[in-house]
């Protein structure tokens, strides 16, 4: 099986030497150039000239943990865009793949029950990021967010945030907000406009303290943290189902307290100061 799959990963115009990397971090997960010159039977240098190949191809992803560089494989999935991008090959290669899609999965899953941690901070990282996260849900199913719409606006270009909502939107994803109420999330107090957006929304006084530099989002057995720190806005998405299913229960909750509070127009003005300064609308 191995054999095949390499023969069929060629014809994506990838080298011998790229596919050997790409199958360890497969297999074996977040690892160091080092762990993967072992797996792979490479010495470094050429290890390293074919991550670079595969970061620039969107195959691999890399992150810093206590000073030290560790790669990731991105999901099988993303050979399709090879395809449908970069070769445009026949439909034969793309059947290929697909028969093959299976078994490279059960590489990727064989550490299923350690978490997996995927981390963007760029533009398309996040896209990314978020692409993982919907392929990986069972369809209809509904995500859940919670946000600081205020900060989120002011932090997040534009364009990403549209184009975020657009792939949400492209799959027929429901997503239930707990919000934080202000006098920004006030002008978004309309029915009509969460509904065309696929959207159910409670809010929680900001008195609350809750204006915090993060959102999260919850999909399947996956969730994706936002730093939104004017700096560096970074995603963070965490794939491990005990954790998920926690913080589900914990998002529940907050939605059972949220819909005591009420509608934007009973708000009272809110009192104290906000954990940390953020923009005034």
């Keep these: 099986m191995e054999k095949e799959i390499i023969e069929k990963l060629i014809k994506l115009n990838l080298t011998d030497k790229e596919i050997a990397v790409y199958l360890a971090l497969l297999e074996h997960g977040n690892s160091t ?24 191809k969107g195959l691999a992803y890399n992150f810093i943990k206590k000073d030290v560089k560790y790669f990731t494989a991105a999901t099988p999935e ?88 657009n792939l949400r939107l492209k799959n027929k994803i429901w997503v239930r907000q707990v919000v934080v109420e202000n006098n920004y999330t006030k002008k978004w107090d309309d029915p009509d406009a969460a509904q065309k957006r696929l959207k159910k929304i409670r809010l929680i006084p900001d008195n609350w303290h809750c204006n915090y530099w993060a959102n999260y989002e919850i999909f399947g057995d996956k969730m994706i943290i936002l730093n939104l720190d004017e700096k560096l806005v970074q995603g963070i998405m965490i794939e491990n189902h005990a954790l998920v299913s ?25 009192q104290g100061k906000p954990a940390k300064p953020y923009p005034q609308f």
């Design 78 to 165: 993303k050979l399709l865009d090879i395809i449908d991008k970069d070769l445009q090959k026949k439909q034969q290669v793309k059947n290929d793949l697909l028969n093959i899609l299976p078994t490279l999965n059960t590489l990727y899953q064989t550490k299923v029950a350690k978490t997996k941690i995927q981390i963007a901070d760029s533009g398309a990282g996040l896209k990314e990021l978020y692409l993982n996260m919907y392929r990986s849900g069972k369809y209809p199913e509904e995500g859940l967010e919670f946000a600081s719409w205020h900060i989120f606006q002011e932090v997040v270009p534009k364009d990403l945030r549209i184009e975020l909502q």
């Design 33 to 56: 150039a080092a762990e993967i010159s072992r797996y792979s039977l490479l010495n470094r240098t050429t290890v390293y000239d074919n991550l670079k190949l595969l970061l620039k």
């Design 246 to 270: 926690l913080t589900k229960i914990m998002f529940e909750a907050l939605w059972e307290k949220a819909s005591q509070y009420g509608k934007c127009s009973d708000l009272k003005k809110p």
